[in-house]
């Protein structure tokens, strides 16, 4: 699936992200936005969004919330805890918000919203800022 052309750039390539055809809309001053619509082989027995594409969508979605204040560096999950209250089914928008953040903790929360804006899942996450290592074949600096 590519991105639509509304959607921004995660900064980085995320194979993962761009295999499941996530799109981020917003990314800035702590909060984010990503759309994801499941496609066929990410639904579960019940044809709704399987639980593990939902989680990756809500652990990308609080990552970029929490990147968005330090775009420079990477962030790394620590925990995640969510939770289920309805069945995804259709296009789906999720929303991070970082709620505090340390020299190198963020804490974060995030919500998973269907077509109709019921809440589907919440999380809440802690993340650990990492400096992102130079390209390989980029020239470092030794001073």
């Known amino acids: 699936m590519s991105p639509h052309n509304d959607s921004l ?3 980085v390539e995320i194979p993962f992200v ?3 055809g ?5 990314m800035e001053g702590g909060e984010s936005e990503l759309r994801y ?3 066929p082989e990410h639904l579960n027995s019940f044809d709704v969004t399987h ?3 939902t989680m990756t969508l809500l652990d990308v979605t609080l990552a970029t ?3 968005s204040v330090t775009p420079d560096f990477g962030v790394v999950t620590i925990e995640m ?3 289920f209250m309805q069945p995804a089914v259709g296009p789906l928008v999720a929303k991070g918000r970082l709620l505090h953040r340390t020299r190198s903790i963020a804490f974060v929360e995030g919500t998973v919203y269907d077509a109709q804006g019921r809440a589907c899942s919440h999380a809440t996450g802690t993340f650990k800022y990492v400096k992102r290592a130079p390209a390989e074949g980029a020239a470092v600096s030794t001073d």
């Open 81 to 83: 805890k969510t939770s």
């Open 22 to 26: 996530f799109t981020l809309h917003h």
């Open 37 to 39: 619509e499941a496609a």
């Open 65 to 67: 919330a929490a990147r």
């Open 51 to 53: 639980g593990g594409a």
């Open 18 to 20: 761009t295999h499941l």
């Open 9 to 11: 750039s995660f900064g």
